[in-house]
């Protein structure tokens, strides 16, 4: 199984796409397709897709811990590896602190 999940992908990338996957929900693309045809959409898409892509993959794979994470660009997301496994992660952001302004009228 090969899952890909996108910030944005130019219009010709998508196209080719649609000819592997199906598209679930905007930009996030599923499809069951053989390993070796994985191991070349990936290599399609790390070729054709610019780093603003923000493209994700999951792959299956038969060695543990049973999938294989890549990534391309800036990801809403952050790929770490723990003890051996590639874990997804939400980015460390700084929390809003609420403006001067809003506050003072309390």
Request: proline share 8%.
């Amino acid at each position: 199984m090969l899952v890909v999940i996108a910030n944005d992908i130019p219009p010709a990338v998508r196209g080719r796409m649609k000819l592997w996957f199906v598209e679930p929900r905007a930009n996030v693309f599923v499809s069951g397709v053989k390993d070796s045809v994985a191991k070349k959409v990936v290599d399609y898409l790390h070729n054709h897709c610019p780093a603003e892509s923000g493209l994700m993959v999951f792959k299956s794979s038969n060695l543990p811990p049973g999938y294989e994470i890549y990534g391309l660009g800036d990801t809403r997301k952050e790929i770490i590896e723990l003890s051996g496994m590639q874990l997804v992660i939400e980015k460390h952001t700084e929390p809003e602190l609420p403006s001067k302004t809003m506050t003072e009228g309390l």
